[in-house]
């Protein structure tokens, strides 16, 4: 056999992929007060982490999930709101287990349940998903047992059918220990039938398509690197793209039963081709995703369907100008909204809060003939529109709207809480119900437009975190958009590195409205970076801050705001 040959002999039988008995699993459960994981919250959290059989680490906490434990998750769990009292939040212990589990496989028992209220959990705190390989063992239960031998592949059922050391009791570490043992009893079984590695293991699982195995080779010379990846069709279109901290590993994973999502399977038997471009680091990543899903329009993917434009609220330009919801903002623009419903609610409570009029109708400077509405019967609208106001005698409303929007006072807001206290006084409950959420959605929409804004607002960025090997990753910033991504390894002197990415930066020209010309989208993203613990400012051309009067002020509201929602919700 040439050299040439052996060579390609032993590519391919690397391809096999991590072995299992190589392979990092963290089994975890999780105890929640609900099945919602939208409106529930996680109350404990229980992981295993094993290795060849061996058990390498454990991770166990309570958590506080803000909110009263059902009656019946007491019952079933036997966790009290006493038991949570004193433990730590959401926000603490998520970040926490992200790093126990960072690297490995994940596997849970019915694995769609607890990855849901994890994701979830990730995306309200701000967190980016990393996208791990997940096994769930119901799914591999019902591929390995035959109904005879296992007519139900409840946890319970199966930690007594391979003797686990633990048994399930509604705890999660108890859950996950059992669940480990499961595994390695599926994990036998498998092993006797030839799956040896990983990928063979995923492969394994049910739904896989035979136009998925034969487009395994289509992930072969891709680097283990972060960055972004392009799935190309026939025609050389864009199919797809998505983001990975490893493109290899992560685009094997769509020629396995590791993808189970249909479009995906088919998407995958379309490709002829993946193209890739390696980033710095994730924030390089997520930003050329944001960048390259508005260039290509991918028909794959679901953003592409969704318009991701924003939504504003703006003022007109005329004598008596009123609230308008557009789609291109100006400057002193409110939003971004992600949803019309979402502006036309906060455009109502502005209306309410600022006395700007209501009425679509364009009324000139001078000799307004027109009817007073009931608005301003009931003392809720100055009528400029029957000449009752002049320009200046509005002026005044329009200015209101200006500082809630800028952040220089925030009086409107408190007097949309007083008439919210009036109301409920009265025991008008409904109103007071619709007052509650339409302000909520405006202080939410204030806090972070002004937080946008402040980023967009500021020329030059420079900020650096710590990578995972004692190096430093980079970003320079301009004008809300990432300019320049890169990164120190250790032992790497960072400050000449930091000169050459300003040095390299894209020129970024200003734009008009609140953004400076940026997609809300992308500054989002920055913003959530640098917001992350961890980060460091290297330099600034001016300062960056919120205004003094931001929404930001009103977080507390938002929170008691919240409960009361979800209180009634769990009532209903």
């Known amino acids: 056999?040439?050299?040439?040959?052996?060579?390609?002999?032993?590519?391919?039988?690397?391809?096999?992929?991590?072995?299992?008995?190589?392979?990092?699993?963290?089994?975890?459960?999780?105890?929640?007060?609900?099945?919602?994981?939208?409106?529930d919250a996680i109350t404990e959290f229980g992981a295993v982490k094993v290795r060849g059989g061996e058990v390498i680490g454990e991770f166990a906490t309570l958590v506080d999930p803000g909110r009263g434990i059902p009656p019946e998750i007491i019952a079933l769990t036997g966790i009290t709101d006493s038991m949570v009292y004193t433990a730590p939040k959401l926000e603490a212990v998520l970040p926490a287990f992200l790093e126990f589990a960072a690297g490995s496989v994940l596997v849970a028992h019915n694995s769609g349940f607890d990855v849901g209220f994890i994701k979830a959990a990730c995306r309200r705190l701000g967190y980016r998903w990393p996208k791990p390989a997940v096994v769930c063992t119901v799914r591999l239960g019902r591929r390995v047992l035959t109904r005879e031998e296992a007519p139900s592949c409840r946890l319970s059922a199966l930690a007594a059918l391979f003797r686990a050391s633990t048994m399930p009791n509604h705890r999660a570490l108890a859950d996950a220990r059992a669940t480990v043992d499961v595994l390695h009893?599926?994990?036998?079984?498998?092993?006797?039938?030839?799956?040896?590695?990983?990928?063979?293991?995923?492969?394994?699982?049910?739904?896989?398509?035979?136009?998925?195995?034969?487009?395994?080779?289509l992930a072969e010379d891709l680097p283990n690197e972060p960055g972004v990846y392009l799935f190309r069709g026939p025609s050389e279109e864009v199919l797809y793209v998505g983001t990975a901290s490893d493109l290899k590993r992560r685009v094997r994973q769509y020629f396995t039963a590791g993808e189970t999502r249909r479009r995906l399977r088919e998407m995958v038997s379309l490709a002829v081709r993946v193209d890739t471009v390696t980033c710095a680091h994730p924030l390089e990543a997520e930003v050329r995703e944001l960048r390259l899903l508005s260039a290509h329009k991918p028909a794959y993917n679901r953003r592409s369907k969704n318009s991701r434009n924003s939504w504003w609220?703006?003022?007109?330009?005329?004598?008596?100008?009123?609230?308008?919801?557009?789609?291109?903002?100006?400057?002193?623009?409110?939003?971004?909204?992600?949803?019309?419903?979402?502006?036309?609610?906060?455009?109502?409570?502005?209306?309410?809060?600022?006395?700007?009029?209501?009425c679509t109708v364009r009324i000139p400077a001078k000799a307004a003939t027109g009817s007073p509405c009931a608005l301003a019967e009931l003392d809720r609208c100055g009528a400029p529109c029957a000449g009752r106001q002049t320009v200046e005698q509005y002026r005044p409303m329009v200015h209101a709207v200006d500082a809630l929007v800028a952040g220089r006072h925030l009086d409107p807001l408190r007097l949309l809480e007083s008439r919210l206290a009036a109301l409920s006084t009265e025991h008008r409950f409904e109103q007071a119900r619709t007052g509650r959420d339409r302000m909520s959605t405006l202080i939410r929409a204030l806090d972070r437009g002004q937080r946008l804004a402040a980023l967009a607002s500021v020329e030059e960025l420079v900020a650096a975190r710590p990578d995972s090997a004692g190096g430093w990753e980079f970003a320079v910033v301009r004008h809300g958009r990432l300019a320049s991504a890169g990164v120190a390894r250790r032992g790497v002197q960072p400050m000449p590195v930091v000169e050459h990415l300003v040095a390299s930066a894209e020129t970024v020209i200003p734009g008009e409205g609140p953004l400076r010309g940026a997609p809300a989208e992308e500054v989002g993203v920055v913003l959530r970076w640098l917001d992350r613990p961890g980060t460091r400012m290297v330099r600034c051309t001016s300062p960056w801050s919120e205004p003094a009067h931001c929404a930001a002020r009103w977080r507390p509201w938002l929170d008691i705001a919240d409960r009361a929602r979800v209180a009634l919700v769990t009532r209903d």
């Open 1 to 39: 056999m040439s050299t040439a040959s052996a060579t390609r002999t032993q590519l391919a039988f690397d391809e096999l992929g991590t072995p299992l008995r190589e392979t990092t699993f963290v089994v975890f459960d999780l105890e929640t007060t609900g099945g919602s994981a939208e409106t």
């Open 185 to 217: 009893g599926l994990l036998e079984r498998v092993g006797s039938l030839g799956v040896q590695s990983l990928e063979e293991l995923l492969d394994y699982l049910p739904e896989v398509t035979a136009a998925q195995r034969r487009k395994r080779t």
């Open 313 to 358: 609220i703006t003022l007109t330009e005329e004598p008596f100008p009123r609230l308008s919801v557009v789609r291109r903002p100006r400057d002193g623009a409110l939003g971004p909204f992600r949803s019309k419903r979402m502006a036309d609610e906060a455009l109502l409570a502005m209306q309410e809060a600022t006395g700007i009029r209501p």
